[in-house]
């Protein structure tokens, strides 16, 4: 009996704060995240009546509609603007992220909210700003016009670089955070010792500075690359529909083209894509926790 009551009382004292915690955080993952995830793999697999109301009928159609050559063209074109806007980030991002992570100077807080400071104002009110800076009339434009480089003003705007430019300022912050946190954790005696040892400067940033900071290297660019294929509006504002990505095709579907059902297809084809490249990463070694998840 004496047991019984001890049992009870352990309950108590340990599971019952354990269920208070747990039942609130599982309700909210199941109402949040597992039923619309199950309405939209559901809805995938519906048609549309001549209403463009949904028919909840089985039918792959939509999945087969997914091997169009016009959306094959538009998922490689997604691919290259998404690698474009990785390597952009990458090769900007490391040395400031080494700037920032090696700096003992009193600018070090100042450099990293540099990279915070962005959250701050809302992306869509951000490219906005560079369709404006960048346009024929635009400061950028201006001031090259004024300084004689130029003249006439530059077409800059509705071209796939113009995307990947924006694409790669809205993201620059997701690969500085995760290489920060990897070279800052880097042991700086082991450089000494290169240095020691008679390696020349790329010699040890190659054999060692790059195999040390790789998780961080490959943690940023899951977090670039993955949402680079969903950033619809970035690719509507400064792309002007000549450099899509699968986000716009979803978009559509959604709004213009009322077809719930493809545009569902189509995003359960982006979750596949972000948990095939999630599956690597993990694969490869890389902590989840360096990706937020």
């Known amino acids: 009996m004496m047991e019984k009551r001890s049992a009870v009382h352990e309950w108590k004292s340990n599971g019952l704060p354990a269920l208070v915690t747990v039942v609130p955080v599982g309700l909210w993952m199941v109402l949040f995240i597992a039923v619309p995830l199950i309405y939209v793999v559901v809805l995938s697999f519906c048609s ?46 490391y ?10 100077s009193r600018w070090k807080n100042l450099l990293y909210m540099l990279v915070i400071i962005p959250f701050w104002t809302n992306s869509l009110i951000r490219i906005y700003g560079w369709r404006t800076f960048l346009g024929v009339n635009g400061p950028f434009n201006n001031a090259l016009t004024a300084l004689g480089l130029v003249s006439a003003p530059l077409d800059l705007l509705f071209h796939r670089s113009t995307t990947v430019l924006g694409m790669a300022y809205c993201l620059f912050p997701f690969m500085v955070l995760p290489l920060y946190t990897a070279i800052e954790k880097l042991d700086i005696s082991l450089l000494e010792a290169s240095n020691d040892l008679g390696a020349h400067a790329y010699q040890t940033f190659f054999e060692i500075v790059l195999p040390l900071t790789a998780s961080g290297i490959f943690s940023g660019c899951i977090m670039v690359f993955i ?40 995003s359960i084809i982006l979750i596949l894509i972000t948990l095939l490249l999630v599956k690597l990463y993990q694969r490869a070694g890389g902590d989840m926790k360096n990706l937020g998840v």
Not at 227 to 256: C, K, W
């Open 227 to 266: 949402p680079t294929l969903g950033y619809f509006y970035v690719a509507d504002i400064l792309g002007g529909g000549n450099a899509d990505v699968i986000g716009n095709l979803i978009e559509r579907q959604f709004q213009s083209g009322n077809n719930w059902p493809l545009g569902a297809a189509l």
């Open 95 to 104: 040395p400031f992220s080494w700037l920032i992570a090696r700096t003992k």
């Open 48 to 93: 549309i009546d001549q209403h463009y109301n949904v028919v909840f009928s089985f039918t792959l159609e939509n999945y087969r509609r997914l091997l169009n050559i016009n959306y094959v063209r538009i998922y490689g074109q997604s691919i290259l603007i998404a690698f474009l806007s990785t390597a952009l980030c990458l090769l900007a991002g």
